[in-house]
Structure formats: C-alpha cells, structure tokens
C-alpha cells in the first residue's frame, strides 16, 4: 500500500539543564561553582530519499520528537550533546510547515534540516562573580523547535502512463521493464502508481483515471498530482472503446481541469490492445484518434506483437532524447 501524504508534528530535542555543582578539593574547604552547562538538543532532519514507499513508517506514527540534551556535569563538565533524527521521505516530497507558513519541494537526495534543538542551559560557574562568590543560580535548558508538517509525495518521472482504466498501462510497464505490477482484465488494477526503468528513464504508471477525477471523482486528486512531474505523458486509449476519440477527450479535459500546464506537456498516443479487433477496424480508430488529437503520430500496439512493442519502446526513447 502507497502511503503518499502524511501530517507529522516534530519537535526537535530540548536543552540539557544546567547544573549547581561545588568543587571538592582535599584541603580547600571551598572550591567554589562548578556546575556544567547542559548539551544542545538534537536537530530534526528531512533524509530525501529514492524510496516511493518512504512515508509507510509514519502510516501509525505521527509525532516524532528528537532526544534532550544531556544536563551539565560536575567539575565544569558540560553535558553531551544529543543525537540528531532524521526522518526519511521520498524525493519528490512537498511540504508544508503550519507554524511559518512555508512550503518546500525536495526533488533533490540529501539531509535537510527542518528543526533546531535547543540550547543547553548554564550551569552555576557561569555566575560567579566578586560580588556572588557561591552562586546558587542556573538556567534550564531551551526548548526545541516545534511544528506541524503536511507530507505530499509527487512522483518524479521521466514518462507517465496515462489512460482510463484496464488500458493496459500496467501490462506494458511489465513489458518494457519488468517492474512487476498486478494486471487483471477488469478496471482500476492498479491502485497505486507503479514504477519502472527502461533505458535509465523512469516510468511510472499512474492509476486509473475517470471523467469527473479533476472534481475528486474515483481516485480523483489522489493520483493527479503525481502527473504534474513527468516529462513526457504517454496516453493509452484501448481499442476496445467504442468511441476512442471521445475517451481520448474526456481525459484531456481532465487533465486540464486539473492543470492547463499538463495539456501542454509533450504527449504521445497510444492506440493500446490492437490485438482485439481487425485491421479495418484498426485503421478506423487511428483516424479518430487523429481527429481528436489533431495529430497524425498514432502509434499502434500490442502486448502479444513484439515488434509493436520494440516500435513504441525505439519511439519513445528517441522522443526523451529530443
């Protein structure tokens, strides 16, 4: 199961205390303060990762808080500073942190600090002074940073299968990169986006769209935000539909609806499952899908043809490489 959005509250680790301490020397009655200062509290990081599946830890736990620093020592010994947490999360993550109001994308790898620990507190030889020769005061350690944080995963892709359920997506994700996706002969498969690469591009097959998923219809906003990062939208349409050019139409004004930008991503059309009817029929489809689209590059495919499928894999990596 795909866990891609999640609400975190962190707090990054408290202070370590101060401390009043007294040295004890043999033969000096009175040493004087040596009360230690408390160690800082461990920073929170975002750790970016290459893992889709990265926010499934966080499916049962929602608060995370980072360790307090160690109180101050005797002997003007300062306590340790606490470890810091890192929190993993999928590169292509957006956030959004309530408490400034700011909102992050990370489409980088790497460690991102997000919270701050706070201060150690001081310990009693910091007040020592000619008119406060035993000072009995000391100050606790800070409180760490604080924040309520929404986790939005965006799939970053290089292609992105797109079509109306059951047309065939999944299966030729399987065939291009053998990633393994459940298919079945029946709609909405697929539940969550699959990924594959196919000659070090990345391909994601999202799931299922339906007319009415840009108003939260079906798996509605769940899946069409991880379309907003591909480069490259390859439209499925099954030639099992009656009306092909009206399912290639009723996706596109989804994807408008949605987004006016993604109509203006670099598309490639796909009449998918040729096999299932006759070659008449075939050359009928293709001219209304070239209505529709208003274009003439329709490329015809099937599951059981291999040279379709190496025509469609050769067209599409010359299409990426443009």
Do not use: C
């Not at 101060?18 to 040596?34: D, I």
């Not at 020592?73 to 929190?87: E, T, V």
């Not at 196919?198 to 998923?213: C, K, M």
């Not at 008449?280 to 529709?292: G, M, N, Y």
């Amino acid at each position: 199961m795909l866990i891609d959005n999640v609400t975190l509250k962190i707090e990054a680790g408290k202070g370590g205390d101060g401390v009043v301490r007294w040295r004890r020397e043999k033969g000096v009655p009175f040493g004087g303060p040596a009360g230690g200062d408390g160690g800082k509290g461990g920073d929170v990081y975002f750790r970016v990762v290459r893992d889709i599946q990265a926010l499934y830890v966080y499916k049962h736990k929602k608060e995370w808080a980072g360790d307090a620093g160690q109180s101050g020592q005797k002997r003007s010994m300062h306590g340790g500073n606490a470890k810091d947490l890192f929190l993993q999360i999928p590169l292509g993550s957006v956030v959004y942190n309530h408490e400034y109001d700011k909102k992050y994308e990370f489409v980088e790898e790497g460690d991102f600090i997000i919270l701050r620990g706070g201060k150690g507190g001081l310990g009693n030889e910091n007040f020592k002074s000619a008119t406060n020769q035993t000072p009995e005061e000391f100050t606790k350690g800070e409180p760490g940073e604080f924040a309520t944080f929404d986790i939005e995963l965006k799939l970053i892709a290089d292609v992105g299968l797109i079509g109306l359920p059951n047309a065939g997506k999944s299966s030729l994700l399987n065939s291009l990169t053998r990633a393994g996706a459940k298919i079945g002969d029946y709609p909405f498969t697929t539940l969550e986006p699959n990924l594959g690469v196919y000659f070090n591009y990345v391909l994601a097959d999202i799931p299922g769209l339906i007319e009415g998923a840009s108003d939260g219809k079906g798996l509605g906003h769940k899946f069409l935000r991880h379309i907003t990062r591909t480069r490259v939208l390859v439209h499925l349409v099954s030639a099992e539909n009656e009306e092909v050019g009206k399912v290639y139409t009723t996706i596109r004004e989804e994807l408008g609806k949605y987004d006016k930008e993604l109509l203006k991503r670099e598309e490639v059309i796909v009449l998918s499952k040729v096999d299932t009817i006759s070659k008449d029929e075939i050359k009928e489809k293709v001219k209304e899908l070239e209505k529709a689209s208003k274009t003439k590059n329709i490329i015809t495919l099937s599951l059981y043809e291999d040279d379709t499928v190496k025509a469609f894999g050769d067209s599409l990596i010359k299409t990426l490489g443009n």
